[in-house]
């Protein structure tokens, strides 16, 4: 495949556990070998919340240059990744790229925490309910006040904070009970790339909802970490911000993904034209 295809996924059709129904998919194009939705909050929370009323097992993630880079070099997380139903152009260099390099006019980048909110909100109203799966005890408490402040009738199902290793079996059959047993439709995972985008994968087919990659989005809307400035985050800088923040944990990060995203652009930019 190359930077000019795309794929069509603008409907397909999925089983639930009672349901079988169509539900609406963002189309997707190729970047760099990884598959990210053209897409905006609203159509992906709307898609988000109609697998969610079916039962659906379903597969969301936000991409920004990090996990972008890492899923182009990676191809056993890209197989996974590609597999998704969606993957929205969390960075706005992300977007910027999809519109340059197909054309897709998109007006906005779709942030993790943003599409986070977007969809708890979406979730209270339409009486679907939530897990939140990640992080620590510290951060789900307050995460979870806030989420309800924010998001007035919204129905947290359970909360799991998992150890900082592989579970075993019997934790992982312990976590599918969890959260199957909730009746969650929507369950939230905070674990970072590349580590929550393997967990959605290797997890999806055991669980009965829609599971949505948003990364470091549980400690933003638990008020540990600030976001960037609105204006930064527009010009595609809030990595600058991040970087601020936490120097020690993102610089190689930032100066390896970074660049070799700016070279995998122009790679893919002189081939198309």
């Known amino acids: 495949m190359t930077e000019n295809d795309t794929i069509e996924t603008k409907s397909l059709t999925v089983r639930g556990p009672q349901t079988s129904r169509q539900v609406h998919w963002p189309r997707k194009y190729d970047l760099f070998g990884v598959q990210v939705s053209a897409t905006s909050y609203e159509e992906a929370t709307a898609s988000i919340i109609e697998a969610a009323q079916s039962g659906t097992s379903a597969m969301v993630s936000a991409h920004a240059v990090h996990a972008v880079v890492s899923a182009s070099d990676d191809l056993v997380l890209q197989a996974k990744v590609n597999r998704f139903h969606i993957v929205t152009p969390d960075g706005q260099p992300v977007r910027w790229a999809l519109n340059a390099l197909h054309k897709t006019k998109l007006q906005s980048n779709v942030r993790g925490s943003e599409l986070m909110l977007s969809t708890c909100r979406a979730a209270a109203k339409s009486n679907v309910s939530i897990f939140l799966y990640g992080s620590s005890p510290d ?3 307050p995460l979870c006040a806030n989420l309800k402040a924010g998001c007035l009738g919204l129905n947290i199902a359970g909360t799991y904070c998992p150890p900082f290793r592989p579970l075993t079996a019997a ?16 369950v939230f995972i905070g674990l970072g790339c590349p580590k929550q985008d393997h967990f959605a994968y290797d997890m999806h087919d055991r669980l009965n909802a829609v599971l949505v990659c948003v990364g470091a989005a549980f400690d933003f809307h638990a008020g540990m970490k600030q976001t960037a400035p609105r204006w930064m985050q527009k010009a595609g800088l809030e990595w600058i911000h991040r970087l601020a923040c936490e120097p020690g944990r993102l610089w190689r990060r930032y100066l390896t993904t970074n660049s070799a995203f ?4 122009l790679h893919a930019l002189i081939r198309r034209r």
Do not use: H, L
């Open 262 to 265: 700016i070279g995998k652009f």
């Open 171 to 186: 934790e992982e059959a312990d976590v599918v009970q969890r959260i199957n047993g909730s009746g969650a439709g929507i």
């Open 139 to 141: 951060v789900i408490e």
